[in-house]
C-alpha cells in the first residue's frame, strides 16, 4: 500500500480501515488514513491485534528516522553487493557512530547491514 503516492481509499467501516491500517507501511499512510476516518480510528484500532498495534505504534516511534522511511517496515531488501541476491524483509533498525542499520530476515535468519549497502526491491 503506498497511500502517499494515490488518493486516500474509500473506506465504510471500521473493518475496512483496520485493514489498510495493517497495510499501511509508513506513519504517513497511518496518519493520513486515521485523519480521513476519525470516525472509525478507535473501534478500528480494537479490531487489531496486539502484534499489529505493535507495529503500528513502532512506525510512530520511526516517524523522524530517515531510514525507516527509505526502507519501511516489512518491504524487501537485497545488499547491493549480493552475488547470490539474497532477499529480505526488513523487521528493525539500529544505529551506531552515526551509521543507520538495517535489520532483515533472509531464508528465516536474521542479518543487518548499513542502510547505505542495500536496495529497496519494492
Known amino acids: ?8 481509499p474509500v473506506i465504510e467501516s471500521p473493518e475496512q ?17 486515521t485523519q480521513a476516518y476519525p470516525d472509525f480510528k478507535a473501534i478500528a484500532w480494537k479490531q487489531l491485534s496486539a502484534d499489529q498495534q505493535g ?3 513502532k512506525l510512530r ?18 545488499r547491493r553487493a549480493d552475488p ?12 551506531a557512530y552515526g551509521v543507520d542499520y538495517v535489520v532483515f530476515t533472509v ?10 549497502m542495500l536496495e529497496r526491491l519494492d
Open 84 to 95: 547470490e541476491q539474497k532477499q529480505g524483509k526488513v523487521v528493525d533498525y539500529w544505529d
Open 17 to 33: 480501515l483496520s485493514e489498510c491500517l495493517t497495510q499501511a507501511q509508513t506513519w504517513a499512510e497511518i496518519e493520513l488514513l
Open 107 to 116: 531464508d528465516g535468519f536474521t542479518d543487518w547491514c548499513p542502510g547505505s
Open 61 to 78: 516511534d520511526l516517524k523522524d528516522k530517515a531510514i525507516a522511511q527509505e526502507f519501511p517496515l516489512g518491504c524487501l531488501v537485497q
Open 1 to 8: 500500500m503506498k497511500l502517499a503516492m494515490t488518493p486516500v
Open 55 to 57: 507495529r503500528i505504534l
